[in-house]
């Protein structure tokens, strides 16, 4: 009988995490979105010079994904503000289907890497990334994300690692990274470590104020911040309500009062977690989180007249496809096709100054040299 139960034990281990990835493989999912998002009507500058850029990614997002979203929020997202979009190639440096690494750096350095890399070329060398250039011109920098942050994207900005699993050493990369606001979650990679250092007091040295809260990020007015909210990723939106879009005005705030610039990256990290698991409900969710966040920085930059903003994704996840649905009632129905990422070209969109530069079809390392063209770096 022991026996018995030790083999089921053993089963059970090697079954769940196959059921965790791609637990929607093949099957259609139905979801009725009962709340509308917000769509606001705004129009994109088109005549100021690029003095700010907010670069904006959805982990995992795809034009399929967009399509539900916009099918469940019946009809409207705010992205569709956008004049201009493109299509970008999210292949890299030694796989034809990419992870968040390597499409991050290709993002943030303008250079293909080896899969699971962030920051570093193919032979581990570390690169040059939008927010070390854009400093180099005195202009302010930002980072906010909702996963740790020593998860590849944000690591691809400000870190520098052949393996993107180094938890530790990328959060230590951030002392000497120079970027001026950066929220997200991960404070057990800071002050939990195995090195036994503190690397939220070390943060605070250098002159960063660390708030734990929303009303302590709300009462400071200026200064270098370090906002780590969760001790892994940060909740669920329907958990953590509007921190996205909170952390991404406070950021816009601190960061426009420079008056040389800034540039400030943005990731709804979460839309890649919930392709893998074949989730679409909260895929739809962190979506329209991402979303309401787009229209608020629209709104910003379009109040600015000299802020592009560029939205896109590092690649493709879950393989989504919408095979049904009801636009009038909010449903759609689609069908997951893996539980991995996939290799479809994912969208570019652009919005303010400059947004014309976006348009055609081009690699994922195109869109870090507009933008540095664009900024002038």
């Not at 302590?216 to 911040?225: P, R, T, Y």
């Not at 479809?344 to 507009?370: H, L, Q, R, S």
Request: glycine share 10%; with cysteine; proline share 3%.
């Amino acid at each position: 009988m022991m026996r018995l139960c030790f083999v089921l034990f053993v089963c059970a281990l090697l079954i769940c995490p196959a059921m965790v990835a791609g637990q929607g493989k093949d099957r259609e999912i139905k979801v009725t979105w009962d709340k509308e998002s917000p769509v606001k009507k705004i129009v994109s500058p088109t005549k100021g010079k690029v003095k700010n850029v907010v670069f904006m990614i959805g982990d995992g997002m795809s034009l399929m994904t967009m399509y539900s979203t916009w099918a469940a929020n019946r009809g409207k997202l705010n992205i569709e503000n956008c004049r201009c979009v493109g299509l970008a190639k999210t292949y890299c440096y030694d796989r034809l289907i990419t992870d968040s690494g390597a499409s991050g750096t290709a993002l943030a350095t303008g250079h293909k890497t080896r899969y699971h890399s962030v920051g570093v070329d193919p032979d581990g060398k570390p690169l040059t990334t939008l927010t070390d250039l854009a400093a180099v011109k005195n202009k302010s920098t930002g980072v906010v994300v909702t996963c740790r942050l020593n998860d590849a994207t944000p690591a691809a900005f400000c870190a520098h690692n052949s393996d993107r699993e180094q938890a530790e050493a990328i959060i230590a990369d951030y002392v000497g990274c120079g970027v001026d606001f950066i929220f997200g979650g991960g404070k057990r990679y800071f002050c939990e470590r195995e090195d036994g250092r503190d690397i939220m007091e070390e943060m605070r040295a250098l002159g960063y104020r660390t708030p734990e809260n929303k009303e302590q990020l709300d009462a400071i007015e200026s200064g270098k911040v370090l906002a780590v909210w969760a001790d892994h990723d940060l909740p669920r939106p329907a958990e953590r309500g509007e921190m996205l879009t909170e952390g991404t005005l406070k950021a816009l705030e601190l960061l426009s009062r420079n008056k040389k610039g800034f540039f400030l990256m943005v990731e709804a990290s979460q839309i890649d977690d919930y392709g893998h698991s074949n989730q679409l409900r909260p895929l739809v969710e962190e979506v329209l989180d991402f979303d309401r966040t787009i229209g608020k920085v629209f709104e910003w930059a379009a109040a600015d007249g000299n802020t592009l903003v560029v939205v896109t994704a590092d690649h493709e996840t879950g393989g989504l496809t919408l095979v049904g649905g009801d636009l009038e009632r909010g449903e759609i129905v689609g069908k997951f096709s893996t539980g991995s990422h996939s290799g479809v070209m994912v969208p570019v969109y652009a919005f303010g100054p400059g947004a014309e530069a976006f348009t055609g079809i081009y690699e994922n390392t195109d869109i870090f040299e507009k933008i540095k063209s664009l900024l002038k770096l």
